[in-house]
């Protein structure tokens, strides 16, 4: 328990009165939300206006909230221009979007017309747009498990309060899918990454307008604790990776609990799945490669093919866990992956970008890093800080590798059989018990 003690000579309330947080992050620039993590105690949400509020003890002296390198420091969760603050800032933001939060100071203690939600409550924002497993489990779900655990926190029963639901996302996903897809596979892949962070006693996915209508006859909803903040960019800054380990572990442990599979099950015989995507980044010629495969493999291992998107997230896992090799291309359909089981490997292919006459001497690097004809790694970024999967990379070299003679980050790959099979039976041999 934190330290608590009563000052001599001083009148004071009762534990539970007012607001407290802790946070971790950067705390030294007003505009640095994405650096930080909070947990509040004791905030509450009108439900009429849907705002939060922070309850503050009145006449006496209060720890600021920021100590600004530049403009000193601030004792105001949200800054604005019109109330005399130096520039316009909230203190974190929610998911990859970055939506601003920040809770309203107010002089006082709780209200008594409340409901009072016990336990941690994440408020978690989905990411509009980019809806693939990789953005939903580890830019949306895993965020929540880190933050928990970095704030000492961590709990199996949490809660979790979506800004807004599935339904609200029409305008904002891919141009190829229609509202009733976005839909469902947005709600999908909730039910697959983000419910398994659920306890048994929280069974649902409510949102902020969902829960002031549940509790209508309330003017409050006041949180035991409140999650907000994280690190919400698991692809594009490899150093919010850096320690989290065993953390996307324990993720990978919690999920596939959840799902009903046995996240400590070892395959007593090897297969090799082949991830099958049609489209942009594909295989172009999966049939003859998988032939080969099976081939040169078929008494050591059964080979198989599957289309992922076909299946139920607990059928791709329950696959997952007899597969002992997986070859998949990059991007989204690759990040199913990191639930193989401990000691597998995978296979993935890498992509190729090229750029202008110019960029060519001035050696342009993009946000993933890529240099011109060089072999990169889509999600490098988290595939190298997932410790459990050995991971190999099917390298490109050259125009012959795409379809097309095109490369390209979202160009299909032309596979060279003999050298994936090199690959994949290097990965058998290491398997062996020696």
């Given at each position: ?59 006496i002296a209060t720890s600021p909230v920021l100590y600004d390198h530049r403009y ?53 924002a989905p990411s509009i747009g980019r809806f693939n497993v990789g953005h939903v ?169 599957a289309n992922l998107a076909e299946l139920s997230f607990t059928q791709q896992f ?117």
């Amino acid at each position: 328990a934190p330290v608590r003690i009563a000052l001599p000579g001083e009148k004071t309330s009762n534990p539970g009165n007012y607001s407290r947080w802790q946070c971790v992050g950067d705390f030294e620039y007003l505009e640095r939300t994405k650096d930080r993590a909070c947990v509040f105690s004791n905030v509450c949400l009108n439900t009429l206006s849907k705002g939060f509020a922070f309850f503050q003890r009145q006449g006496i002296a209060t720890s600021p909230v920021l100590y600004d390198h530049r403009y000193g420091r601030q004792w105001n969760f949200q800054q604005r221009r019109k109330n005399g603050s130096p520039l316009d800032s909230d203190f974190l933001h929610l998911g990859h979007q970055q939506i601003p939060w920040s809770p309203q100071k107010i002089l006082g203690p709780l209200p008594q017309d409340r409901r009072t939600l016990w336990g941690l409550t994440a408020l978690s924002a989905p990411s509009i747009g980019r809806f693939n497993v990789g953005h939903v489990a580890f830019e949306e779900a895993l965020p929540l498990l880190v933050a928990m655990s970095q704030l000492g926190v961590y709990t199996p029963e949490l809660r979790i309060l979506r800004t807004h639901s599935c339904r609200m996302l029409h305008k904002n996903g891919p141009p190829w899918l229609t509202q009733q897809q976005l839909v469902q596979v947005c709600s999908k892949l909730e039910a697959a990454f983000l419910k398994p962070l659920l306890g048994r006693h929280n069974t649902e996915l409510l949102t902020v307008d969902e829960l002031a209508a549940k509790h209508a006859k309330f003017k409050w909803i006041c949180f035991e604790q409140l999650l907000v903040g994280g690190s919400f960019s698991a692809f594009t800054h490899e150093d919010l990776n850096f320690g989290k380990e065993p953390l996307v572990h324990l993720f990978r442990e919690r999920v596939l609990v959840w799902h009903g599979v046995d996240p400590a099950a070892i395959p007593s015989t090897h297969k090799i799945l082949f991830v099958e995507k049609k489209g942009r980044r594909a295989i172009v010629n999966l049939d003859e490669v998988g032939a080969y495969v099976e081939s040169r493999f078929k008494h050591w291992a059964h080979v198989c093919k599957a289309n992922l998107a076909e299946l139920s997230f607990t059928q791709q896992f329950q696959m997952l866990s007899s597969t002992t090799i997986a070859v998949s291309p990059c991007g989204g359909v690759s990040m199913v992956l990191p639930f193989l089981p401990d000691g597998a490997y995978a296979i993935l292919m890498n992509y190729m970008r090229t750029f202008s006459f110019k960029d060519w001497f001035v050696q342009r690097r993009e946000e993933h890093g890529e240099c011109h004809g060089c072999s990169w790694t889509m999600e490098a970024e988290l595939w190298r800080h997932v410790r459990h999967v050995n991971k190999m990379y099917y390298q490109v070299w050259s125009h012959s590798d795409f379809q097309g003679g095109q490369p390209g980050r979202d160009s299909a790959v032309v596979v060279d059989a003999e050298r994936l099979g090199s690959l994949v039976e290097a990965a058998l041999r290491d398997m062996e018990p020696y």
